[in-house]
């Protein structure tokens, strides 16, 4: 691919592609679609801005002295952040898709695990409502085929 | 003149680091995966680059949520590792090289390229991973490190279109440092996974196997794949390979692949690095 010559007509193209409905001229993705996708909550900027002081409480817990102070009290240690009350109480109840949903970023809420003595695998086993040994097995025998995730309409009927 | 002379695209899956620190790369379950890393280290080990542009992403450690760049150019004499929550990984500091690094800000700005400059910065697994897996357990790492760190954490990561021409911009601005060097450049992340979700656990070898085929037969198609195409048929991390396309835009337009291997699983993830050697 050449650089300068082929940059307008890529360009182009790439537009055109991500185009939703005729009207959008942009590069926006807009989040309806995002949604589509089951079993997922896409961190885009809507949820990020949602989710901003609850992941700053999770980023805290990357210190050693938080970790304690937080696994002493939770409930007092959780309401320095301004977390909303809903936030904090997935946060207590380790609500992990609870947490997805109210703008939580996986990797945050990754040190609210290892805060915990979990692993990351363990997080994402009780995320997909799997023991997780049947995690583990799942991913030995090849992982989750997208075939019947891909969207919502798609998933119809099948969970 | 500085030269980039190959890509290599790999996974950074955390718990690869962390089998080797505990020793349990003898494992059943690790031992098909650094049997197949086993040539890639060689060639690494032969190749013996003088730097190495590392594109990975960091996952919520050196960057919260406070500031979030796009693309985030490592100028620091040195990188320490991160604790990410259970420990700083017992690995070697990164030694960075400024002076080539600031070349390249000045080289990539007025190509266009908004770059975010960072003097100061702790490293995760994103790099170390990497690292362990082509260099193994080296009291110090063999070379300098240029560490370009983007953001595929919060959506929209940039397109795929707009990091491969990052990646040839990269080209240029190594090409125009007057000093004789061998310049390794990495493609972090991926492959297919998401780890998040009632829909954790996906895995698209299908979708691997033609990005890999891609690589050095058809970037034109890998350059348009788009954000839900990642999102529907790859997972929701597996967006990371964008940064696979930065590496193969800094090769030119002719590649040979020299090597590749795949590998499900590695915990949550499916496993795949490439070698590419750039040909003048």
Not at chain 1, 52 to 78: G, H, P, Q, V, W
Not at chain 1, 120 to 146: C, H, I, N, W
Not at chain 2, 102 to 121: C, K, P
Request: hydrophobic share 40%.
């Amino acid at each position: 691919m050449r650089n300068s010559d082929s940059r307008g007509k890529i360009w182009a193209a790439l537009r055109a592609r991500l185009r939703i409905d005729g009207k959008d001229d942009g590069m926006t993705q807009k989040i309806e679609d995002y949604e589509d996708i089951p079993g997922t909550w896409v961190f885009d900027a809507q949820r990020a801005r949602i989710g901003y002081r609850l992941n700053e409480f999770l980023y805290s817990l990357m210190k050693a002295e938080n970790r304690k102070e937080f696994l002493a009290d939770e409930r007092s240690y959780t309401m320095k952040f301004g977390m909303t009350d809903e936030q904090r109480e997935a946060v207590l109840n380790r609500h992990w898709n609870k947490l997805l949903e109210l703008g939580g970023v996986s990797y945050a809420l990754a040190k609210l695990a290892f805060t915990d003595g979990k692993s990351y695998q363990f997080m994402a086993s009780q995320m997909t409502g799997m023991a997780e040994k049947d995690y583990v097995a799942m991913m030995l025998a090849g992982g989750r085929s997208p075939d019947g995730w891909r969207s919502k309409s798609e998933r119809k009927g099948k969970d | 003149m500085a030269r980039i002379i190959a890509g290599v695209g790999t996974s950074h899956t955390p718990a690869i680091g962390a089998a080797v620190d505990n020793g349990k790369a003898s494992e059943p379950y690790w031992v098909p995966l650094f049997k197949g890393y086993e040539p890639a280290k060689k060639w690494m080990a032969e190749t013996k680059p003088d730097v190495v542009i590392m594109v990975y992403n960091d996952h919520v450690n050196a960057f919260d949520f406070k500031i979030i760049p796009t693309f985030g150019l490592g100028c620091a004499d040195e990188f320490k590792i991160a604790d990410e929550g259970w420990g700083a990984r017992p690995v070697p500091v990164v030694k960075g090289y400024p002076e080539l690094a600031s070349h390249m800000i000045q080289s990539l700005v007025l190509d266009e390229f908004d770059m975010t400059i960072v003097n100061e910065m702790q490293v995760d697994h994103g790099l170390t991973t990497p690292m362990t897996l082509l260099f193994g357990q080296p009291k110090a790492w063999p070379c300098r490190v240029i560490p370009l760190a983007v953001n595929v954490i919060q959506y929209p990561a940039p397109t795929g279109h707009r990091c491969y021409m990052l990646g040839e911009a990269i080209r240029k601005a190594v090409e125009s440092w007057d000093e004789d060097l061998k310049v390794v450049i990495f493609g972090t992340g991926g492959m297919s996974h998401q780890i998040q979700g009632p829909r954790a656990g996906l895995v698209n070898t299908e979708f691997d196997t033609a990005f890999l085929d891609g690589l050095s037969k058809d970037t034109e198609r890998l350059v348009r794949i788009s954000p839900m195409e990642y999102l529907r048929d790859a997972g929701a991390e597996a967006i990371e390979l964008v940064m696979w396309l930065i590496m193969r835009g800094a090769l030119g337009d002719s590649v040979k692949e020299a090597y590749r291997f795949y590998h499900v699983p590695a915990s949550s993830t499916a496993v795949g690095t490439i070698i590419l050697e750039s040909r003048p």
